[in-house]
């Protein structure tokens, strides 16, 4: 048993729910009418914006590789209809619930002011603590992480070993994924969480491999990541895919000095009980 030689994972395209949400955010609620918060987060489909996307990074995928050994896609519809837009040749989808959206409870279709009044306790840990935040009755990233990435890790060890797979999933999801195949601190997950330059925008491709990209010898372990994105020319009006360099990572040990110095980075709360 081993893990797949290379493992491409793809977050769906731009999504109806993505313009609502994204509307919301920037202070136009007329999107969240009753029939738009209840339709099940499964079913909301691509936007024409989001197939767009879908074609450009399916034919990213086709210029690194023309077949793959295995294609994975979350039961979701608007991840179905990336997979399908993606148009790789001779796919054949395997679907799995492991790889759903992360579940956001109660507050999957309301606005953001009424998570704030609504949820008052609730929406302060949202900002303060994103990697074990839970919504209420829903799922937190390191909830994702524990339950469904270990889940799909475990069943891609004993059945691809050595595999090229495509997996195209959800943003969070991604994240969780992140956070365990390179093992990352909370510390580090919290700055890529709060960072641009982190960001999975909507068809970005996560490549993890075990071969590196220098010397060709490959590893027991997915060890390097290359990112890939869709961007939009402004100029030009076309999407095309922006591909940053190949980095390595390893897994973390740390010293007993090391931990120290994690925790003297944190000042004390009470520093009375803390001299």
């Not at 731009?14 to 920037?26: D, H, L, R, T």
């Not at 395997?94 to 008052?120: A, C, H, M, P």
């Not at 869709?230 to 999407?239: H, I, M, N």
């Not at 931990?259 to 709360?269: F, G, Q």
Request: aromatic share 8%; with cysteine; charged share 30%.
């Amino acid at each position: 048993m081993g893990m797949p030689l290379d493992l491409y994972v793809i977050r769906h395209g731009e999504s109806e729910a993505n313009v609502i949400i994204k509307a919301g955010e920037q202070g136009d609620t007329s999107l969240y009418t009753q029939d738009n918060v209840t339709v099940p987060d499964r079913s909301w489909r691509l936007t024409a914006t989001g197939r767009r996307q879908a074609d450009c990074i399916g034919r990213w995928l086709v210029s690194q590789q023309q077949l793959f050994d295995r294609y994975l896609v979350s039961p979701y519809v608007r991840a179905r209809e990336t997979a399908a837009t993606m148009a790789l040749p001779k796919a054949k989808w395997e679907e799995t619930r492991v790889l759903r959206e992360r579940s956001w409870g109660e507050i999957n279709t309301i606005t953001q002011d009424e998570f704030k009044t609504n949820y008052e306790r609730n929406w302060l840990f949202k900002r303060t603590d994103p990697l074990y935040w839970r919504p209420p009755a829903g799922e937190s990233i390191a909830d994702v992480a524990e339950d469904r990435v270990h889940n799909l890790l475990t069943s891609l060890d004993r059945r691809s070993e050595s595999e090229s797979v495509v997996v195209v999933t959800h943003g969070d999801f991604m994240l969780a994924m992140m956070l365990t195949l390179e093992d990352l601190s909370d510390e580090e997950f919290m700055h890529r969480a709060d960072s641009d330059d982190w960001k999975i925008t909507n068809c970005t491709c996560l490549h993890y491999s075990r071969r590196d990209p220098h010397t060709g010898r490959t590893t027991e372990r997915l060890r390097w990541e290359q990112t890939a994105r869709p961007v939009l020319d402004e100029q030009t009006g076309r999407w095309e895919v922006e591909v940053e360099p190949w980095r390595e990572f390893q897994r973390p040990l740390l010293s007993n000095g090391d931990l120290v110095d994690v925790v003297h980075s944190v000042d004390p709360h009470l520093t009375q009980y803390t001299k």
